[in-house]
């Protein structure tokens, strides 16, 4: 029996546009299974352990396409496990903007940042209704954000609801690298995200930037973006495309049914000016 997903995708409140399209019929991909190494792009790699399955970025897109979706043209692949009792999926997309300063790691106003989401959220409520998409309401940090000095990872999950009922969680990891940044978007059904969630966790230890590609090897000259991690999470690369639908026809690849639920973005301050405003500059 297939499982019914509620999915929360974190866009911005700009992207709400037209209804998705009509659904592609076309044939199931071919998911490459561990082990193996494969690429992520021109910056990373993934060691798939045996029980996981991978797409590129190619297939990546055309099944978003599939789906009803515009890719970011961001997207590096997709991994799902192949036990028959997991569901999630990730999402990897490389945002090549330059190499993103930690200063503000100790800056990070969590209550600013999910009053920002909560604010955006409501003011694209009247815009979801037009599109006969449910209210949404954030209620909370599923996991406040935090950021690992030694990884240099960012990591933050948030809570909502819907109002036909449904609890959704989104939850995003970015990866920084020299050259800008990867991000993971983990997706599934909220009572199971405890369990998928440390199986990404054991996933990304497999995780790794290219020789010359990883946070430490910047150098004074490099490109660097032109934001912090507070504006990564308020708006990050969810501001590159709507995704209106999501995973919506996903159940005839995945044999799983998927609803997606949008959720309007909103950045603090400049942030999402200064995203779209030049990207990044160089440091001398």
């Not at 082990?35 to 991978?54: I, K, N």
């Amino acid at each position: 029996m297939s499982r019914r997903y509620q999915v929360l995708s974190l866009l911005a409140l700009l992207s709400l546009s037209a209804a998705p399209p009509a659904v592609a019929q076309d044939a199931e991909p071919t998911w490459l299974t561990g082990p193996t190494t494969v690429d992520l792009g021109p910056a990373a790699q993934l060691a798939l352990t045996e029980d996981l399955a991978f797409v590129d970025g190619q297939v990546s897109r055309r099944l978003l396409e599939t789906w009803g979706n515009t890719p970011s043209n961001q997207e590096v692949g997709m991994v799902r496990p192949t036990a028959e009792d997991q569901d999630w999926i990730v999402i990897f997309e490389y945002v090549e903007e330059g190499y993103i300063k930690d200063d503000d790691k100790d800056d990070i106003d969590a209550d600013a940042i999910l009053d920002s989401y909560k604010r955006g959220t409501e003011e694209s409520n009247e815009r979801r209704k037009e599109l006969g998409i449910p209210g949404l309401h954030v209620t909370g940090w599923y996991e406040s954000p935090h950021y690992d000095v030694g990884s240099h990872n960012l990591v933050w999950g948030m809570n909502a609801a819907s109002d036909d009922g449904s609890q959704t969680v989104n939850y995003n990891i970015r990866l920084l690298g020299r050259e800008g940044y990867m991000s993971v978007t983990l997706i599934d059904e909220p009572e199971r995200l405890d369990a998928s969630r440390v199986a990404v966790q054991s996933l990304l230890k497999n995780f790794s930037y290219k020789s010359g590609k990883t946070y430490a090897d910047w150098v004074p000259g490099d490109k660097v973006a032109e934001y912090g991690l507070t504006a990564l999470i308020a708006g990050g690369a969810g501001v590159a495309a709507a995704k209106l639908g999501l995973f919506a026809a996903a159940a005839k690849f995945l044999g799983k049914a998927w609803k997606i639920i949008i959720i309007g973005l909103v950045a603090l301050g400049g942030a999402l000016k200064r995203i779209f405003g030049g990207g990044a500059r160089q440091e001398g």
